[in-house]
């Protein structure tokens, strides 16, 4: 399937006459024909049926062509914002970013954006993941960028690839110089968590129960920032991504295994919500940015 098939099967839908359609996408009729053939040939469904001298499309044809007309009005669009890139963008871009990744991917990402674009507005906050969700259903931000929610409800979720948490520890505490550490040996260790409300904090203790283990949890709090500065002045452990303490140098990273505690990182959209140049824009930064490892990759 090729998209001059798309495009000659919507001609027709619109039509529903093969001499006007074929004017319309400049072939003869007869290719036009063989060409609505072959698009049916591939879907496994006649599209159109022939009534005497009408033209009229089967459940079938009617079934495809919201999607197809989606899909080329898309296409259609990405094109004529390629081919208007010489001029630069404007508008506002609003940024919900959680603590994790407004500590280096989201500057790193707007230093490209807006030297490309310094007539956008941007707005950047670090918020949680609850709050992420909600302000982009409530049209409060364009873009979010915050782990796979739990419910997506009316949210779009691009993943961006999976990240393994570590332990957190300070140059003192007991675990310091070890390179790797069993869940299971967390128990009755003092620990600092997010609070249960928090997707990583259940994802956690599903963990914790799987092999036995009943950490202490002498505190909670809801910033990942509060968290490590806990960590820096006693001897306590928390569980992070390993981009909160990429840039601390008095916090000790400890892999986690048997298991592995995993999340996922990725783009938040409002489902079926309109996405200006500018959003789209930024949202390829961001992809570019962690396919080119200027992020970090969780080790192997």
């Not at 490209?112 to 409060?140: G, K």
């Not at 009316?154 to 007991?174: C, R, T």
């Amino acid at each position: 399937m090729e998209l001059r098939h798309l495009r000659y099967f919507t001609a027709l839908a619109e039509r529903l006459n093969f001499t006007h359609a074929a004017e319309k996408v400049h072939v003869t009729q007869s290719t036009l024909s063989h060409q609505i053939k072959q698009l049916e040939e591939e879907v496994g469904h006649r599209l159109f049926d022939r009534v005497g001298k009408r033209v009229v499309m089967t459940e079938a044809g009617e079934t495809l062509l919201p999607a197809v007309t989606k899909a080329l009005h898309e296409i259609d669009e990405g094109i004529r914002t390629l081919k208007g890139s010489a001029r630069q963008l404007s508008g506002m871009v609003r940024i919900g970013a959680t603590h994790t990744f407004n500590i280096s991917l989201i500057p790193a990402c707007l230093a490209t954006f807006l030297t490309n674009n310094p007539s956008v507005r941007v707005t950047v906050e670090e918020l949680s993941a609850a709050e992420i969700e909600e302000r982009i259903e409530d049209d409060r931000l364009d873009i979010g960028i915050a782990y796979r929610p739990m419910d997506l409800r009316d949210l779009w979720f691009e993943p961006l690839y999976n990240e393994e948490m570590v332990l957190a520890v300070g140059s003192e505490h007991p675990f310091a110089h070890r390179k790797r550490i069993r869940v299971v040996e967390l128990h009755r260790q003092s620990l600092v968590l997010l609070p249960r409300e928090f997707s990583t904090r259940q994802m956690l203790d599903g963990c914790f129960e799987s092999v036995g283990a009943e950490p202490v949890v002498v505190a909670e709090t809801n910033t990942i920032a509060a968290m490590l500065s806990l960590v820096r002045r006693m001897e306590i452990a928390a569980i992070v991504s390993e981009q909160a303490v990429s840039e601390m140098r008095d916090v000790r990273i400890v892999a986690l295994e048997s298991p592995t505690p995993m999340r996922t990182p990725g783009i938040l959209w409002k489902r079926d919500g309109e996405r200006a140049a500018a959003v789209r824009s930024f949202a390829a930064i961001v992809r570019r940015a962690v396919s080119s490892a200027k992020l970090k990759r969780p080790r192997e």
